[in-house]
């Protein structure tokens, strides 16, 4: 008997029973090893917010309010995009999997997934990766997107704004697409020690002053090259919009699910001519590059640079919660916000 977590209503945890049954043609059986919370999206659908609570997405992906007789979102079924699971079946001319195997998943928390072996998300992993590391695919891969998206260059001044996982890793990247410098600003203190003892980056607590004048200031009156948002607040936005310079461009690689009241578009968003640009690798959204980067290349290439040892997750798992006490783990990420990431064992 499988149990699938689901969100009844904001701020509930509960657990739904399902029976599966052997895997089918193409099809692949996996018992859960540990999945990762995220602290984005998915809390959003915890707490309650975010544009899909008032809005629907219709035809042609526009935004439009919900009308009285449209379906609630909860019971919510699809609260976590980060497994790692153990091959324990699997069906008819299946080729590329065999029980025992460890595979990464997108797939919301549940004891066991029954998965499509040609599914491009469905990915083996190799026999010395730790599940812990490889529960990182997905935010690896939401920030690969987003310095993809920024087209470093070779001597590039980039600047990070939000020291979470994903600015953390896109620090790293920035390191790997050939940044000459690279600044993070962060108000909270721990972020900003551990990005300084992962790299050369150089940190901003946007607290002290106005951020983009600091970063103005220290690299020598210049502007930066580019700029990533990954902060997923609004604020953070706005500070990377000003931080940013005439004629600047800011990478949005975070998801923002508060309103825009801290968007101030008539300041140095209109005045210096800012580019700001959404960073958005699912949903059925393309990369800019579609012929060349589609989802299945991207995951294979942040798959490979965890498996070379190209990324550093030390320290970024902060707490684990047994999956039965998941609400405990829900709870510890809305109260606290100093927690990286949370997992879910099984």
Request: proline fraction near 7%; glycine fraction near 10%; include cysteine.
């Amino acid at each position: 008997m499988s149990k699938q977590l689901i969100f009844p209503a904001p701020l509930t945890v509960d657990y739904e029973e399902h029976t599966l049954p052997a895997p089918g043609p193409g099809q692949i059986l996996t018992k859960a090893i540990v999945s990762g919370i995220s602290h984005g999206t998915e809390m959003v659908s915890y707490l309650g917010k975010g544009p899909f609570m008032d809005m629907k997405m219709i035809e042609g992906r526009f935004f439009v309010p919900k009308e009285s007789g449209d379906p609630s979102n909860y019971p919510f079924r699809y609260a976590g995009y980060d497994m790692i699971s153990e091959v324990t079946a699997v069906g008819q001319g299946v080729a590329n999997f065999a029980p025992g195997d460890r595979v990464f998943s997108p797939t919301p928390h549940r004891t066991e997934c029954m998965l499509g072996a040609a599914d491009c998300e469905v990915m083996k992993l190799s026999p010395g990766m730790l599940p812990e590391d490889a529960i990182m695919l997905s935010l690896a891969t939401v920030a690969f997107t987003g310095v993809q998206d920024a087209e470093i260059k070779l001597g590039d001044v980039v600047v990070v704004f939000g020291g979470g996982i994903v600015g953390q890793l896109a620090v790293e990247l920035a390191w790997l697409r050939g940044a000459s410098r690279v600044f993070m600003v962060e108000p909270n203190a721990g972020r900003r020690a551990m990005a300084e003892a992962r790299s050369a980056v150089e940190t901003i607590d946007p607290l002290v002053s106005h951020p983009g004048a600091q970063i103005y200031a220290f690299n020598g009156k210049r502007y930066p090259d580019v700029v990533l948002e990954c902060s997923g607040s609004v604020k953070g936005l706005q500070s990377a919009i000003s931080a940013s310079g005439i004629a600047g461009t800011v990478i949005a690689v975070g998801y923002y699910a508060s309103p825009a009241t801290d968007l101030m578009l008539g300041a140095e968003f209109i005045t210096n001519r800012v580019t700001v640009k959404a960073s958005m690798n699912v949903w059925n959204c393309p990369s800019r590059w579609p012929q060349q980067w589609d989802r299945a290349r991207n995951l294979r290439t942040v798959l490979a640079l965890i498996e070379k040892g190209k990324l550093d997750f030390s320290g970024f798992v902060s707490m684990r919660v047994p999956f039965m006490e998941a609400k405990r783990a829900y709870e510890a990420i809305r109260t606290d916000p100093s927690h990286m990431k949370v997992v879910l064992t099984y």
